[in-house]
């Protein structure tokens, strides 16, 4: 027996998401992306969606770890040990005619996403396995959520959802108390509070497909793509996708509204949808060139020593440090040496990679079907299956590593400019070692506080720019940039902590050491700490702070460098995975 589902139409507030959802399900070929707070509704949504469409309409959840030939389709193994090889349907078959929905759909598998959404743009799934190719109809509404904090999706598939709607928490009482009264009554007896939902629901489904009936006749104007082109590329969008998404999506809002023609209105709605994840996907506009108007001496842009012997800068005095070029041979061949071994287990078995592989095991994790027929005919010369014939695929891991740069911009560091060194030092990390699949992610904490300046992002060249623009200036607010770095802590993550220990910005006690240390015993991830202290005046915070995040350490101006960096790097992996 199915379990009940919340009616689309009892969902409080979130209008635009409720309308891209509307929309796909005019026309199927309009994919959504929902992004956003945990608990916002993107599940039950979704599910309330399929019950909107024609019946019989399954709602398909795909779940993250699912195989290629579950998702695709596969050999029978069946029939095929009975001699009679065809092929068996995957959950795209499935989900024909309905909704097919990818929660965490950022932590999908590469190669699994690109073959869903080929196929949920062309509506049609072409088998190929073992000799045998089948194609098969694959309409289905395409559904994604995904939590920003959890890791951003690629650009080649972030640009394939249609539309794309950024969803939060209502924190409007009245609103969270509606929700709330909703919930309760409906999980106390989903039975009756249905039946009060009966009308609505019906009204919006007789309203849907009339909209379904209307969309093809739908009429627009030259004038009106033009529109649309010139509002694409003043967004600084390249891909025509862009375009022909609000083509679709204007057409079915004016169906889903009774309109005979797309009218500008109906551009001008459905516009923020297919732009809000496509507009930065040229990377981060590139900051100024011209630096700051430098003050009459150098010395007006360093506070005077601190009362306790830590030297800072005032807050409101803030210098930009070009990066110094680093010597880095050895800090890459560490990187790489990370990323090839890595990271996390759990990541490479959530994310299973492609198959590269085979081999005999009586247990398989993944049967593979080819190889053991093949063995069981060249042993037995028939096809006798038996359990020393069983073979299983292996798979190259894909776990991607977030690197998650957590940099002291304080005003220590513009002494003798040393924010050079700092940049260059992390600017080789990024551009040296970074794969693709990996994350990074750039805190950087001057002032009174700590601040997010990059998401995890996979866009390199945001990251590079963000290094190059850093600011510096001002107090080390050190607790709080290491309490924000748990909010992105991933089992995947490592840490790259470059400070001089000086931490002088109390978080909750009056000791802002203290709180820094507290804050790092709290951390569990792996860690590495760049010490970038003068070396002629050490006070040796930074490998007490070491101490208490269980993390390598060096000092940035070790004479053993790179050298200290191969082996820290190493030891960190060797540790294993996070546990967050």
């Not at 068996?88 to 990818?102: I, M, R």
């Not at 109809?137 to 249609?162: K, T, Y």
């Not at 709180?515 to 015993?521: F, K, R, T």
Request: aromatic share 4%.
């Amino acid at each position: 027996m199915k379990p009940p589902v919340y009616p689309f139409s009892a969902i409080v507030g979130q209008e635009e998401m409720k309308l891209a959802l509307l929309l796909a399900a005019v026309d199927w070929r309009i994919g959504v992306l929902l992004r956003g707070d945990k608990g916002a509704g993107k599940t039950t949504a979704a599910r309330g969606l399929a019950t909107l469409l024609p019946h019989p309409s399954p709602f398909i959840n795909l779940p993250i770890g699912a195989t290629e030939d579950r998702l695709l389709g596969g050999l029978h193994l069946e029939r095929a040990l009975k001699g009679e090889p065809a092929l068996k349907p995957g959950l795209l078959s499935e989900a024909h005619g309905g909704v097919l929905y990818v929660d965490e759909i950022n932590l999908l598998p590469g190669h699994l996403g690109d073959t869903l959404l080929d196929a949920a743009s062309s509506g049609v799934n072409t088998v190929e396995r073992e000799g045998f190719s089948a194609s098969h109809a694959a309409e289905f509404v395409l559904l994604g959520s995904m939590n920003p904090e959890e890791g951003s999706l690629r650009p080649q598939l972030l640009d394939r959802f249609a539309l794309a709607v950024d969803i939060a928490v209502p924190v409007d009482p009245v609103a969270r108390q509606t929700v709330i009264e909703r919930r309760i009554a409906f999980e106390q007896d989903p039975t009756s509070f249905n039946k009060e939902w009966t009308q609505p629901e019906q009204q919006l489904c007789d309203r849907l497909n009339a909209a379904r009936t209307r969309r093809p006749d739908i009429l627009y104007s030259k004038d009106l793509l033009a529109s649309i082109s010139e509002s694409v590329c003043e967004a600084g969008v390249r891909s025509l996708r862009a375009d022909l998404a609000i083509v679709r999506a204007a057409i079915a809002y004016a169906a889903l509204v009774g309109d005979a023609s797309v009218l500008p209105n109906h551009v001008s709605t459905v516009l923020p949808l297919a732009l809000a994840h496509r507009s930065h996907e040229r990377g981060r506009p590139p900051a100024p060139r011209t630096q700051p108007p430098a003050p009459k001496s150098r010395d007006s842009q360093i506070e005077p020593p601190d009362p306790n012997g830590l030297p800072n800068a005032r807050d409101d005095v803030a210098r930009i440090f070009a990066p110094r070029e680093v010597e880095t041979f050895a800090i890459r061949a560490a990187f790489e040496s990370v990323v090839v071994r890595g990271i996390s287990a759990m990541a490479s078995v959530s994310q299973p990679g492609p198959v590269v592989g085979s081999r005999r095991t009586e247990t398989p994790v993944e049967l593979d079907v080819r190889a053991t027929l093949n063995h069981t005919v060249r042993e037995t010369g028939a096809v006798h299956l038996r359990t020393s014939d069983l073979h299983e695929r292996i798979r190259a891991p894909r776990a991607g590593t977030r690197y998650l740069f957590v940099v002291d911009s304080s005003g220590s560091h513009a002494v003798q400019e040393r924010m050079r060194l700092v940049k260059g030092v992390a600017n080789s990390l990024l551009t040296r070692s970074f794969k693709i699949g990996d994350e990074v992610g750039i805190i950087a904490f001057r002032g009174t506080e700590a601040q997010v300046l990059l998401e995890p992002s996979n866009v390199l060249q945001e990251a590079t720019a963000t290094l190059e623009y850093l600011p510096t200036g001002g107090r080390t607010p050190l607790a709080h940039a290491l309490h924000l770095a748990q909010k992105y802590l991933t089992p995947t993550t490592v840490i790259i902590l470059l400070t001089d220990g000086r931490a002088n910005v109390p978080l909750e006690n009056s000791d802002a050491w203290q709180d820094a240390i507290d804050m790092a015993g709290q951390i569990k991830s792996s860690v590495l700490v760049i010490d970038t202290e003068n070396s002629s005046e050490r006070l040796g915070r930074s490998r007490m702070l070491a101490e208490a995040l269980s993390a390598e350490y060096f000092h940035l101006e070790s004479a053993e460098l790179n050298e200290t960096l191969v082996l820290a790097l190493q030891r960190v992996h060797e540790r294993g995975p996070s546990e967050c």
